[in-house]
């Protein structure tokens, strides 16, 4: 950024309309971000992008009421600051927001909207040519410079001069000096004018001079009034150096407005919700003081931020605001059955737990933590437990906790605290998602003051135990939530999911009709996942396009619009217009419009036509996954090669396969790419796993790799239609793996017909819905020779029984 020389901003910048502070370039503000649209830049733009690019917004001095951001968007300031979101730092305490840090690029010119929502999107134009940026401001001007050398050098000897006022000690003048050493002069008028005391409606003057000369023009008078007013109170007040700085500096941030202090303001305020929080004495002790921090603390530090939400849930924290449970066990079973198709399991052991509470009032039970895939229902049992119990509701992103006491916090009523309750807390170990929000951690320490939680219904949920720290397990009691069959999952759709987004969207059965035969096929062809989470917004895609459709049949009939007569009929008796055929029925044309092509058209059987293919069944902590292993050889030394997204497990599973195979490659008649008996002879093998979303390791595809290879040195084909899960030894014996019951969902889902299982796991098929069970054929293998036998058609017998093989290629 020093230099800023080769920036070329993008033509179409995503807006951040800010309606605090006025970003200039070269400088760094915090912006606290919570209206609907800037929300939506940063969590579908911000959090989404990749690369440096994606990072780099528009930032529009917005001075209108934020308020009016649902509304209509409100006519736009011109001229902008292009910057880097350098942080992200989101939080849903007390409400939604993000907190962004951003630099400063330059300037540009809105010369187009080209979409108003989900954000603002505009065509922009560079201002500022940072290249041409050459002299440095150490430098002496040049002869031609003339009125602008001038000006530039003036600036510059009134910053050395203010520099030389300042207590150098102070971090931010040291930083001032470095800058003023360093920066192109023509970068000094942006940069210091963010420094120095200037209220916002000047920093607006300062982005608004697009020409060079009239930015110095403008921001040198500011200049020299700090240098007059720093004198002048050096002067009456005899000012020892060291409270000089409090002069320029403190408190709060170096770009301090005077005039209309809106910070200022913030924090007084602030400091009112302090005192008027009711808290408890160390808790107001330790508000007051980071409240005296937070004032002294330029805004652009990370930390003003961290401080700032520290001091606002502190405030909102029910220090003394409590519900009073209201449990009745039946009306809960109601309220969980009508919310929730399935999860058997889950609810009645949500009962029972409910039920003990009821029996005994201290809560010192386990906490509860359900554990599944996303999408599965884990979130929303825990609403309609708060709802039953007339809770309030919360749900904080936890990483990182380590401990109960982290949850719970510590043994509070032994430090005097109050009594409080304050609700549901409700916790998502989001470990694993890149966008996980960081949230305050809801702990004491993170508090650093007492605050009881020891009326706290807490529930965790988690994709996987796996990234839970152990000691925090195990004061939790797990209860799986697996994922759905497709048999469920249409349930669901038709119970739930499509009057939910019917309702949502202001439709009625009356106006959209999703027959089950599309829910299937929205089910299989363009969602595949254990969850129903895309399965709803799949329903909610086709709901909105639905009503925008019945909108327009609303206003305009296309049978008879064509009238004059007609057209006004319609405009003055709306209930009159004919609405298009009703109810609109989805079907596959219907569904392939609104939702494009299938996503999942290719058949698991489409893609078993070569041999060296085989389909593993994999368990991720987003449920279980077909996995395709394919492999292919080709003249070498014996080298084996493998890539895709694969642990050093699964890498060792295909050595154990090789090994196997050219253990028993006699017996099975295996032989390398020109007929001769071992099958690594002058050959290089590759195996490929595909890539999925997720990195998938462990020992289980020991089987699947077999099977591939065994394939591939055989010419012969998998059968297309199986698939299959097992861990192997170098005996060639097949042994039990976890999360069958994922696995064979996933099987299911993909349409195989048959799935291969170590002969141990046999018992964990009773937990398979009945109807899954009787769709599938299982085969239980206690050896490779049983799955060899069960992959191919026709078996895969041993050298006696089989016809003599010459080399297939
Ligand atoms: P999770 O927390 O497990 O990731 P959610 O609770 O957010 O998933 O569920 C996603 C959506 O699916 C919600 O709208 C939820 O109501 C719905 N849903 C999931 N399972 C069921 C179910 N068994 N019955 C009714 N709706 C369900």
């Not at 019951?741 to 889902?749: G, I, P, S, T």
Request: charged fraction near 25%; glycine fraction near 8%.
């Amino acid at each position: 950024m020093a230099s800023g020389g080769g920036i070329q901003i993008p033509s179409r910048l995503p807006l951040l309309l800010a309606h605090e502070g006025v970003l200039l370039p070269g400088s760094t503000i915090r912006f606290s971000v919570d209206s609907p649209r800037n929300m939506q830049l940063v969590s579908q733009r911000l959090l989404k992008g990749t690369s440096l690019k994606s990072t780099i917004i528009g930032v529009i001095p917005n001075t209108r009421d934020p308020e009016q951001d649902t509304e209509d968007l409100p006519t736009l300031h011109t001229i902008g600051t292009a910057g880097i979101a350098v942080q992200v730092v989101g939080s849903n305490w007390p409400k939604p927001h993000y907190t962004l840090l951003i630099t400063g690029l330059c300037r540009f010119r809105v010369s187009g909207l080209l979409k108003e929502r989900p954000f603002v999107l505009a065509e922009v134009e560079q201002l500022d040519n940072l290249e041409q940026y050459t002299t440095s401001s150490t430098e002496g001007t040049t002869a031609d410079d003339g009125e602008l050398g001038e000006l530039s050098q003036k600036f510059h000897q009134a910053a050395v001069q203010l520099l030389g006022m300042l207590d150098m000690s102070v971090p931010a003048v040291a930083k001032f000096r470095r800058l003023l050493d360093s920066l192109p002069r023509e970068m000094l008028p942006d940069v210091v004018a963010s420094m120095i005391r200037t209220s916002n409606k000047e920093k607006l003057q300062v982005l608004d001079a697009v020409s060079l000369e009239e930015r110095f023009r403008r921001t040198l008078p500011m200049l020299t009034r700090q240098i007059e007013g720093l004198k002048l109170l050096k002067k009456s007040r005899k000012m020892t150096p060291g409270s000089e700085k409090r002069v320029c500096y403190g408190p709060g941030p170096l770009d301090r407005d005077e005039d209309s202090d809106d910070d200022g303001d913030d924090t007084a305020s602030l400091e009112k919700k302090v005192h008027g929080a009711n808290m408890p004495e160390a808790a107001l002790k330790v508000s007051l003081k980071e409240l005296k921090r937070l004032k002294k603390m330029p805004q652009s530090m990370p930390e003003y931020a961290l401080t700032r939400n520290y001091l606002d849930l502190m405030v909102e924290l029910p220090w003394s605001r409590s519900t009073k449970d209201c449990l009745d066990i039946r009306a809960a079973r109601v309220l969980l059955d009508n919310d929730h198709y399935a999860m058997e399991k889950l609810k009645r052991r949500v009962l029972e737990y409910l039920a003990v509470r009821q029996l005994k009032t201290s809560l010192k039970g386990p906490i509860l933590c359900f554990v599944g895939p996303p999408g599965v229902g884990k979130t929303s049992v825990g609403r309609s437990i708060a709802k039953t119990l007339g809770r309030e509701f919360h749900r904080i992103a936890l990483g990182g906790v380590c401990d109960q006491s982290d949850i719970r916090g510590h043994s509070c009523t032994a430090r005097g605290a109050a009594q409080i309750t304050f609700g549901n807390v409700f916790i998502n170990f989001n470990f694993k998602n890149p966008n996980c929000l960081y949230v305050p951690h809801f702990t004491d320490h993170y508090l650093n003051v007492a605050f009881d939680l020891s009326q706290v219904l807490f529930i965790a949920t988690a994709n996987t135990t796996a990234t839970i720290p152990p000691a925090l397990l195990d004061r939790m009691e797990v209860l799986q939530v697996p994922g759905y069959t497709q048999e469920e999952k249409v349930e669901i759709a038709h119970r739930h999911l499509i009057p939910n987004q019917l309702e949502q969207h202001g439709l009625t059965p009356q106006q959209l009709h999703i027959p089950q035969d599309s829910t299937q096929d929205i089910i299989c062809r363009y969602t595949r996942e254990a969850g129903v989470r895309s399965l709803e917004r799949k329903i909610g895609a086709i709901c909105r396009a639905v009503a925008v459709k019945v909108a327009e049949g609303h206003r305009l009939p296309e049978t008879d619009a064509s009238t004059l007569e007609t057209s006004l009929d319609v405009l003055m008796f709306p209930d009159k217009a004919a609405p298009p055929e009703m109810p609109i029925v989805i079907d596959q044309m219907a569904l392939k419009d609104i939702l494009g092509p299938p996503l999942f058209e290719l058949e698991v059987s489409e893609r078993l036509t070569l041999p060296g293919v085989a389909l593993g069944l994999a368990w991720t902590p987003l449920g279980g996954e077909i996995m395709f292993v394919e492999a292919s050889r080709m003249e070498g030394e014996g080298q084996l090669t493998l890539t895709g997204q694969l642990g050093d497990v699964m890498k060792e599973s295909a050595h154990l396969a090789i090994s196997w195979l050219r253990a028993n490659a006699k017996t099975y008649q295996l032989t390398n790419m020109v007929g001769a008996p071992d099958p690594l002879e002058g050959t290089d093998i590759h195996l490929h796993f595909p890539a999925g979303a997720v990195t998938k390791d462990g020992p289980s595809a020991g089987v699947t790799i077999v099977t591939c290879l065994a394939s591939l040195f055989s010419g012969r084909l998998v059968r297309s239609d199986i698939a299959m899960t097992g861990e192997i030894t170098l005996r060639g014996l097949v042994l039990p793996v976890g999360g069958i019951k994922d696995k064979v969902l996933a099987a299911h889902r993909a349409g195989v017909k048959r799935v291969i299982l170590p002969k141990r796991n046999e018992k964990d098929l009773e937990e398979l819905p009945a109807n899954v069970r009787a769709q599938l054929d299982f085969v239980t293998a206690g050896n490779l020779d049983e799955v060899l036998n069960a992959s191919f058609d026709g078996g895969f017998p041993g050298a006696q029984a089989r016809p003599h093989a010459s080399s297939k290629l």
